[in-house]
């Protein structure tokens, strides 16, 4: 498949990069500075400088591809609109370019009702707290997600960590996990490329965790 990967320097991006390029797909690394792109263990991806904050920059790296995965991420934790500006910018050039199933990343922390009672109490005096901008951004983005007619899936991801990816990771389908601690980015990059274009996650919300 043509797997374009928006946010492709970050840390997740990268490993998403490697994974798709490891399993024979067609890959383009699309972000802000490409030269910022490290070398892949697996291969040499296409390159596009693209900013999603430019939506017409997105347009030629995102024509005729069949998965458009987007690792977007922000510093700090002001006020950001990139999450929601992005689910604008990338669904219309998903649209413009025939149509490829996105996929994008969100936050377990939108929905802790399902949580043990002390993981949502840490929930919502603590994480809430220091990552409410981001969150509210995130949940704009599902907004826009929600009222596009484009193929997506949001895979919320509990606290990110480095480290190897989990031999059984947690999956639940539209409603949060019970137990949900934390998430290595590498888990979440192998669930990614192992379900790139596949129609059961098409506008689902996708919890995932490390089991």
């Known amino acids: 498949m043509r797997i374009a990967v928006v946010g492709a320097t970050g840390r997740t991006g990268r490993l998403v990069v490697d ?15 490409p030269a910022r792109l490290p070398e892949f ?10 900013d999603v904050h430019e939506p017409a920059s997105l347009l030629a790296p995102l024509d005729g591809q069949d998965v458009v995965v987007a690792a977007l991420g922000t510093t700090g934790r002001r006020a950001t609109t990139v999450f929601s500006d992005g689910a604008r910018a990338l669904t219309a050039a998903v649209r413009a370019g025939g149509g490829a199933h996105l996929v994008t ?29 981001i969150h509210h951004d995130l949940a704009r983005m599902e907004e826009v997600l929600a009222e596009s007619d484009v193929d997506w899936t949001v895979v919320r ?14 999956v639940s389908y539209d409603r949060p996990l019970p137990r949900a601690g934390t998430a290595a980015r590498a888990t979440v990059a192998r669930w990614i490329t192992d379900h790139l274009g596949d129609p059961d996650t098409f506008r689902r919300l996708v919890h995932l965790a490390d089991g």
Do not use: I
């Open 105 to 133: 990343m969100g936050s377990a922390g939108l929905d802790p009702s399902r949580l043990p009672l002390a993981q949502r109490v840490v929930t919502r005096l603590v994480v809430d707290r220091l990552y409410r901008e």
């Open 157 to 170: 991801v509990p606290m990110l960590k480095d480290g190897p990816p989990s031999a059984r990771p947690l």
């Open 41 to 50: 263990a697996h291969g040499t991806p296409r390159t596009a400088a693209a």
């Open 19 to 33: 994974l798709a390029l490891a399993a024979g797909h067609t890959v383009t690394a699309v972000a802000r500075t």
